[in-house]
Structure formats: structure tokens, C-alpha cells
């Protein structure tokens, strides 16, 4: 029941006013291209504690370790070499630690998709290479569902 003297209309135009206060005060959402740089800085500072916010664990290390060699290995233990790969003197951290790293352009691919260009150029001998980080934006951030290296 609405107040003598106060229209419907007032009401649903109060509502609307506040629902794009509220909308206005949250914080927007990080564009995949600085997710990917976020991701990038935490690892080579080694100051991630928990890379989960930022990739797909099940499938950035079901791709990464998809070599015959690797065939007999079970997902959890391909995840957990991934995980040790990221952290400490891991592999993947001790490259990204020496390479000079320039997150480039991302393009979207549709609404809920992403790549991002990545290029690693090595310090020593100045040779470049290309990868395309995948992103899919879930629970309204993007994270990495793969790397795919040129």
C-alpha cells in the first residue's frame, strides 16, 4: 500500500536512483588484459600466495601437460606440478623472473571470453616470444583457462 500522496511511479523512480547508486560505489571489474598483469607481477615477485583468483588449474594444466611423456600422470598430480612450477624456484617462476614481460592488446572474443597477448623477451639474448593467455570470465572475473606460446 502506497502513502496518501506519494505516486507508484516516485516509488519505482526513488528505486531505480538507488540501485544505480549502489552500482556506481562497487568497484569495476579488472579488463583481462590487467588481470593478466596482476597475475604476471605476483609471480615474478613470488608474492602469490594462492594463484586459484587467477587461472583454471584443471585446465591450464590438463593443456600444459598434455605431452606423451606426461600420459600416465593423473590430473591432481599434473595440477600439483603446475602449482610447484608457479611458486619458489618453480620453473615457470624462475623464466618469468628473468624475462622482460610486456602484457599486450587483449581482445575479446565474446562476452564471457578473452585472449591476451604476452610476450616474454629474454633478457640475455633478446629473443622474443609470443603467447596468447585465454581467459574466461567467470563469477564476474576473468581468469586464465590457458597459455598457448607462439
Same mark, same amino acid.
Given at each position: ?5 506519494? !505516486?507508484?511511479?516516485?516509488?519505482? /523512480?526513488? @528505486? ?6 549502489? *552500482? *556506481? @560505489?562497487?568497484? =569495476? &571489474? =579488472? ?7 596482476? +597475475? ?8 602469490? =600466495? %594462492? ?20 600420459? !600416465?600422470? =593423473? ?10 612450477? +608457479?611458486? /619458489?624456484? /618453480?620453473?615457470?617462476?624462475? %623464466? ?7 602484457? %599486450?592488446?587483449?581482445? +575479446?572474443?565474446?562476452? &564471457? ?6 610476450? +616474454? ?9 609470443? !603467447? ?6 567467470? *563469477? *564476474?572475473?576473468?581468469?586464465? &583457462?590457458?597459455?598457448?606460446? %607462439?
Amino acid at each position: 500500500m502506497v502513502a496518501p500522496g506519494v !505516486s507508484r511511479g516516485w516509488i519505482i /523512480g526513488l @528505486c531505480l536512483i538507488l540501485a544505480a547508486a549502489i *552500482a *556506481a @560505489c562497487s568497484p =569495476p &571489474t =579488472p579488463s583481462p588484459r590487467e588481470r593478466v598483469l596482476e +597475475f604476471v607481477r605476483l609471480i615474478q615477485s613470488d608474492s602469490l =600466495p %594462492n594463484i586459484m583468483p587467477y587461472i583454471d588449474l584443471d585446465s591450464v594444466a590438463a593443456y600444459e601437460y598434455a605431452d606423451a611423456k606426461y600420459d !600416465s600422470l =593423473p590430473l591432481p598430480q599434473k595440477k600439483q606440478r603446475l602449482l610447484d612450477a +608457479f611458486a /619458489g624456484s /618453480g620453473e615457470i617462476r624462475a %623464466n618469468w623472473a628473468r624475462a622482460q614481460i610486456v602484457v %599486450n592488446e587483449e581482445q +575479446f572474443l565474446d562476452d &564471457t571470453s578473452a585472449s591476451v597477448e604476452v610476450s +616474454f623477451i629474454d633478457r640475455s639474448t633478446r629473443i622474443q616470444y609470443y !603467447s596468447q593467455f585465454l581467459m574466461k570470465k567467470r *563469477a *564476474a572475473s576473468w581468469i586464465i &583457462t590457458d597459455f598457448q606460446i %607462439n
